[in-house]
T-cell receptor, first 119, second 110 residues
Framework: GAVVSQHPSWVICKSGTSVKIECRSL??????MFWYRQFPKQSLMLMAT?????????EQGVEKDKFLINHASLTLSTLTVTSAHPEDSSFYIC???????????????FGNGTRLTVT | GQQLNQSPQSMFIQEGEDVSMNCTSS?????WLWYKQDPGEGPVLLIA?????ELTSNGRLTAQFGITRKDSFLNISASIPSDVGIYFC??????????FGAGTILRVKS
């Protein structure tokens, strides 16, 4: 159980275009999903917390107009990288926590990540 | 902010050896988690710990939640080639965000 599916697994786009990444919880509902960014050989850096039905909460230094997050349902959150530039090339990973009374203490389950390359 | 110190940064061991890695923090956590990440994939949860002093096993893996709630260790017994990967510890305070360690790169020599 607790499977998180992320799509696409990799994408190559031209500079200036936008890319949308989907994160789905397949067998559970997630009121909260998290988006991380990971550079090679480094740890995961939290970008934003996606809340179903409300605005996302962005970490300091993360541009909300650059990284648009939509969490329209309890099983889907999307991250759109707008006007992508080569420096946006990275590994983006989403995660979700099972919704429930004690969900805030339950572990995060991660998707398989999306490798974005901007040329 | 909260930070985790994970060590060692990397390990290169012989197949069959036991492995130990740990995380420490200056802050108290309510939950300690251990993840493994293979190249090009997302982290996979190995063990979750919820109580101070808790010792939990998952196959050849054993992890403990430190009694002070400021540290945790992960042991891998009788390592095999597929244990290769990056291991991350993560701590969470009640209702707060997950904080990750920098990771331990494990390489196994067969």
């Amino acid at each position: 159980g607790a499977v998180v599916s992320q799509h696409p697994s990799w994408v190559i786009c031209k500079s200036g275009t936008s890319v949308k990444i989907e994160c789905r919880s397949l067998d559970f509902q997630a009121t909260t999903m998290f988006w991380y960014r990971q550079f090679p050989k480094q740890s995961l850096m939290l970008m934003a917390t996606s809340n179903e039905g409300s605005k996302a909460t962005y970490e300091q230094g993360v541009e909300k107009d650059k990284f648009l997050i939509n969490h329209a349902s309890l099983t889907l959150s999307t991250l759109t990288v707008t006007s992508a530039h080569p420096e946006d090339s990275s590994f983006y990973i989403c995660s979700a926590r099972v919704a429930g009374a004690d969900s805030y203490n339950s572990p995060l389950h991660f998707g398989n990540g999306t490798r974005l390359t901007v040329t | 902010g909260q930070q985790l110190n994970q060590s060692p940064q990397s390990m290169f061991i012989q197949e069959g050896e036991d492995v130990s890695m740990n995380c420490t923090s200056s802050s108290i956590f309510n939950t300690w988690l251990w993840y493994k990440q293979d190249p090009g994939e997302g982290p996979v949860l190995l063990i979750a710990l919820y109580k101070a002093g808790e010792l939990t096993s998952n196959g050849r893996l054993t992890a403990q939640f430190g009694i002070t709630r400021k540290d945790s260790f992960l042991n891998i017994s009788a390592s095999i080639p597929s244990d290769v990967g990056i291991y991350f510890c993560a701590g969470q305070s009640y209702g707060n965000k997950l904080v990750f360690g920098a990771g331990t790169i494990l390489r196994v020599k067969s």
